[in-house]
């Protein structure tokens, strides 16, 4: 672990797990390098198990219900003060039980799950918001300034909830086998911290959410396995870009989940987020999964689909010049739309008659619209020179999507020819390659194998080695 409290024993064990880690990333490396492609089966869509809740709304409903009959388990998780020695005492704790795992298997942790410790915060900073969000989300049509429903956001940037709600389940009820959640803090890797950001960026005043913001800080930063490695084995969850913004500085150690690095500098200043350290999630979609029977009788007549805001900021500008070009010509739809029911429908309606979908930058390089597309067996079409995507260790995006430089796509007719000169089987491999892997940016409870939360820790597996 990296932090000042190393003992002798940490410092061995990082240095025999760096070396293994290296030697691991260069054989994976020569993996992939002369692997031939595999074959893509045919007959593979992802299909929504009907005992499995991928709602945000009605699995929070579920799960608001069933906390209340379920005992919290006992932790030690610290509510006094803390001194210097208790912080080396837990140190020295955790030092041992990692050398003491690797002695005992060198393959360790590739060969164990990842241990987790979920931090049993107070409840005004995790029970207490989602009661808020499930109280107000059918009442409210509160919107944003640039005219996005609030708690639509709030749903595309869940990720907080869906990773919580599968590490705190019963055990006997997870599918998930690469991290399991461990409730002394000796025994953890890692460390995650339950509160919801975003939520509270959204549902509370300006002042109270930054009190809140201040109150949260102050109680991660005061526990013992935090001072240890100042913040670098814990897990901090702030999807949306607007979100903790005011006290973010003091936890830039941490292990982020980002939905981009946004390397202009619009939302994350200079050395608080980096690839090396953070993690890329995907957004949640705000379409239905097309499963085999919407692919089967789905008939894409339109070939670029794009609805949406058209006036963003930053990279997101390209949006209104491509409205220019491509609004002419035939077969495109180019549309003016929002988040709401009626927007969400009809962008879920276009993208299923469409074979290409635009993916332009929004306010940040990302866009909820790629996993839109993704979900829609509608063919992405990334115009982002910024954008780094989810899982990219893992997924090989170049299967499903077709990536534009900005200044090619702003070319006249270079986008419409281009985009026409895709072959037929070509199109027809990428749905294929779209249904085999939409499964992938899925969000469920209980959380699926292969799914996104799934693959999130094998991501944060990865960097746990690296920063280890």
């Known amino acids: 672990m990296a932090g000042r409290h190393h003992s002798s024993a940490s410092k061995y064990l990082r240095s025999r797990l760096l070396l293994f880690t290296l030697s691991l990333l260069a054989l994976t490396l020569l993996f992939y390098t002369f692997s031939p492609s595999p074959t893509v089966p045919r007959t593979i869509h992802a299909t929504l198990n009907p005992n499995v809740d991928y709602s945000f709304v009605s699995s929070l409903e579920k799960f608001l219900i069933n906390s209340k009959s379920h005992p919290t388990l006992s932790d030690d998780t610290v509510t006094a003060t803390i001194t210097q020695q208790d912080v080396e005492k837990l140190d020295d704790l955790i030092s041992r039980k990692q050398t003491q795992r690797l002695d005992d298997n060198s393959f360790y942790p590739l060969s164990s799950p990842i241990r987790v410790y979920v931090y049993n915060m107070p409840s005004k900073f995790t029970y207490d918001l ?29 990720v907080d909830y869906w990773l919580w709600a599968d590490l705190i389940a019963p055990e006997s009820q997870r599918l998930l086998k690469n991290v399991v959640r461990v409730h002394k803090q000796e025994e953890a890797d890692l460390f995650y911290i339950p509160f919801f950001t975003t939520i509270s960026f959204f549902l509370l005043e300006k002042q109270q959410c930054k009190a809140l913001y201040r109150e949260a800080l102050k109680w991660v930063t005061d526990q013992p396995a935090w001072k240890r490695s100042e913040g670098r084995d814990h897990i901090l969850p702030v999807h949306h870009p607007w979100s903790f913004k005011s006290v973010r500085k003091f936890m830039k150690n941490a292990i982020w989940l980002l939905p981009d690095m946004d390397s202009t500098g619009n939302w994350y200043k200079p050395g608080q987020v980096y690839l090396e350290k953070d993690l890329i999630l995907p957004y949640v979609p705000n379409v239905d999964l097309c499963d085999s029977k919407c692919f089967s009788d789905s008939k894409r007549n339109i070939l670029i689909f794009f609805r ?17 070009e491509l609004s002419s010509a035939e077969d495109v739809v180019i549309e003016e739309g929002s988040a709401g029911e009626a927007g969400k429908a009809a962008a879920q309606s276009g993208m299923r008659k469409s074979i290409f979908c635009l993916s332009p930058a929004g306010d940040t390089p990302s866009s909820a619209r790629l996993f839109d597309a993704i979900v829609s067996g509608c063919i992405p079409v990334v115009i982002s020179d910024e954008l780094e995507l989810p899982f990219e260790g893992i997924l090989d995006y170049r299967k499903i999507a077709l990536f534009v430089y900005s200044s090619d796509a702003l070319q006249p007719g270079w986008l419409l020819t281009f985009l026409r000169s895709v072959s037929p089987a070509q199109i027809r491999e990428m749905q294929l390659n779209i249904a085999k892997h939409s499964r992938h940016f899925l969000y469920s409870h209980p959380a699926q194998p ?10 944060v597996c990865y960097s746990y080695l690296l920063f280890i």
């Open 130 to 158: 989602l009661w808020l969000f499930r109280n107000t989300y059918k009442e409210t049509n509160n919107l944003t300034s640039n005219g996005s429903p609030v708690h639509r956001l709030i749903e595309q940037h869940s």
């Open 308 to 324: 949406g805001r058209l006036k963003r900021n930053a990279g997101g500008k390209i949006r209104s010049k491509l409205m220019t």
């Open 450 to 459: 292969m799914g996104p939360e799934d693959l999130v820790w094998r991501m």
